[in-house]
């Protein structure tokens, strides 16, 4: 089992993913910047791709939209830099929450083996919208009890 | 399902949380299911608020009993603890399920390069 690692410090404007991958650099690469491809992974559980540009070069730019039975979810983005098989860098930008733009910065690495592993490294304009970016969907005044759960399921 | 009924029995799960006690048992029946003695055993507490912990679990659907066996132990209720932490780590199960879907493509895509 690959296990994904997601390291978001508290006070930090940062959000780190570290993942590895049961396959060789080149082919991650391509999963993930062949515009066939995409789609058939990103996005959430249980939402239809309506829309999907996306165009993975040096100034190429994306968008897509995801929709379910209660509404749709549009996001776009620029391709700042792309080396092949190395290096993605790019902006997110969730339309619904305009302006909140953060910078992505994918790096992959040959683990040898026919093995890969991924690190993004995001960075949010605020403390506050990295915040709100990993609490999506989350109410607020949970965070004692959150802390309780975390105990739990330490032991 | 309502939004309210979904939030409703995540505030009593939160609840039952909230104790120690009821912790530790919930930890205990992670390992596999338990009587009420068992469940008793680690606490210097009585049978009777054993029993009510026990009561304020079920009640969260946290834990289910069995009602045929005479010794009708408690088992843990996975699919309520897990949709408590999938609410809690949205973030990072969505990462996870995204991730394994790219699994399954990056299996596919071996599969068409053969």
Not at chain 1, 65 to 81: M, Q, S
Not at chain 2, 33 to 56: D, G, M, W
Not at chain 2, 64 to 93: F, G, M, V
Request: glycine share 6%; with cysteine; proline share 4%.
């Amino acid at each position: 089992m690959n296990d994904t690692a997601i390291t978001a410090q508290p006070g930090t404007p940062f959000i780190d993913v570290v993942r590895e991958f049961d396959a060789p650099r080149e082919r991650v690469f391509r999963a993930w910047t062949d515009p066939q491809i995409v789609p058939q992974w990103l996005g959430p559980c249980g939402l239809t791709m309506k829309e999907f540009e996306y165009d993975a070069r040096p100034g190429g730019s994306y968008h897509y939209v995801h929709a379910d039975e209660r509404g749709e979810y549009a996001f776009r983005g620029v391709f700042h830099n792309v080396v092949p098989d190395e290096l993605i860098i790019q902006t997110f930008e969730y339309e619904g929450a305009p302006n909140q733009v953060s910078l992505q910065a994918a790096r992959f690495d040959d683990l040898g083996g026919g093995r890969t592993r991924l690190h993004m490294h995001s960075v949010y304009t605020t403390v506050e919208s990295r915040d709100a970016m990993v609490a999506s969907g989350m109410e607020h005044g949970v965070r004692d009890s959150m802390q309780r759960l975390d105990e739990l399921l330490a032991r | 399902m309502t939004i309210d009924e979904a939030e409703e029995r995540l505030d009593r799960a939160f609840a039952a949380l909230g104790d120690p006690v009821r912790r530790a048992m919930i930890a205990r029946l992670s390992r596999g299911e338990a009587t009420v003695n068992e469940l008793a055993e680690p606490f210097a507490i009585t049978k009777q608020a054993v029993s009510r912990h026990i009561h304020v679990l079920e009640a969260a659907g946290l834990i289910t009993r069995s009602r045929d066996a005479q010794r009708r132990p408690c088992h843990l209720n996975a699919a309520a603890l897990e949709e408590l932490t999938s609410w809690i780590d949205k973030y990072r199960l969505e990462a996870e399920r995204r991730f394994r879907r790219l699994d399954e493509v990056l299996e596919s895509m071996k599969e068409q390069e053969k």
